[in-house]
């Protein structure tokens, strides 16, 4: 293929129990990512005990937990899907907003910020998690000189 694709990620999907997201624990969820990242419930396709879809700035990326008793999703703890921010200052404010929310709740999950340095490529990163089975990495490439997202290593 020589021409740029147009593939992108545009959503996460998981399950839980129906318990976990009836309409008390749904509002919590969406409290929580919507203080945090600013996402806001689909119009018309939540169902307590059977779906809660947050939308993350678009009607074209979003968050699907589905209720599921049978077989829901069971990630580990370090089992997530990446965010990625424009700038360190976006991926530092996200940041704050979460620990915020730790601290006056212990159903917050943080792997605390760093940022590991490639050279080319510094990589700001932190985990946070809430009452889902998957975390979000959010990160932030900050890239090099005239290195950037499409450039191949020699």
């Known amino acids: 293929m020589t021409e740029a694709s147009t593939q992108r990620f545009n959503h996460v999907a998981m399950s839980v129990p129906r318990a ?3 309409e008390a624990r749904s509002k919590e ?3 929580f990512y919507r203080e945090v990242f600013g996402w806001s419930e689909m119009p018309g396709l939540s ?5 809660l879809v947050m939308r993350a700035h678009s009607n074209e990326q979003f968050v699907f937990v589905a209720g599921d008793d ?6 580990a703890e ?5 965010l990625s921010v424009a700038t360190p200052e976006e991926l530092d404010a996200i940041y704050a907003r979460a620990r915020a929310r ?9 792997v605390e910020h760093k940022t590991d340095d490639f050279n080319v490529l510094k990589l700001h990163s932190f985990y946070v998690g809430f ?20 450039s191949l290593p020699d």
Do not use: N
Request: charged share 30%.
């Open 131 to 150: 009452q889902l089975p998957l975390m979000v990495e959010v990160q932030c490439y900050e890239w090099a000189e005239g290195v950037g997202p499409s």
């Open 70 to 75: 049978e077989t829901p999703t069971r990630g």
């Open 20 to 22: 976990e997201i009836d």
């Open 102 to 110: 730790a601290e006056g709740d212990p159903r917050v999950r943080i």
């Open 29 to 31: 969820i969406f409290d």
């Open 78 to 82: 370090m089992d997530h899907f990446g």
């Open 47 to 51: 169902k307590p005990g059977e779906l």
